[in-house]
């Protein structure tokens, strides 16, 4: 059964750092193109990172270039988003994606960017 679980959001103030994990059971994220979106309250959902499975090679939106990093541990068969230089439009749920002939979403974890 395929299980895309997120973890690592919460609160955290501006300039603040926090990684986000999306575990994976069903498949080995090394074989899917693995992505990262996001949904903030009243906006349509938006990419955030990708990481292709083939040679791993790393995409981000122009608003979060130089601060987020996508990452995967093949061994531990998980993703990470590494967020630095938090801003308070980094507030949304994120969400775990993964493609290959058919695509699968985990169910989202909360950050807040927030004094």
């Known amino acids: 059964q395929v299980q895309l679980v997120e973890s690592g959001g919460g609160l955290v103030q501006p300039g603040g750092s926090q990684r986000l994990s999306c575990a994976v059971s069903?498949?080995?994220?090394?074989?899917?193109?693995m992505s990262w979106y996001r949904q903030a309250p009243g906006k349509e959902r938006e990419l955030v990172a990708v990481?292709?499975?083939?040679?791993?090679?790393?995409n981000y939106a122009d608003s979060v270039k130089g601060r987020f990093t996508i990452s995967r541990d093949n061994a531990k068969n998980t993703v990470y988003l590494q967020m630095n230089s938090l801003k308070p439009e980094d507030t949304a749920v994120y969400y775990c994606r993964a493609v290959r002939y058919r695509e699968y979403w985990g169910k989202g974890t909360q950050v807040t960017v927030s004094l």
């Open positions: 990481i292709t499975s083939t040679g791993g090679s790393t």
């Open positions: 069903g498949f080995t994220v090394s074989s899917y193109t």
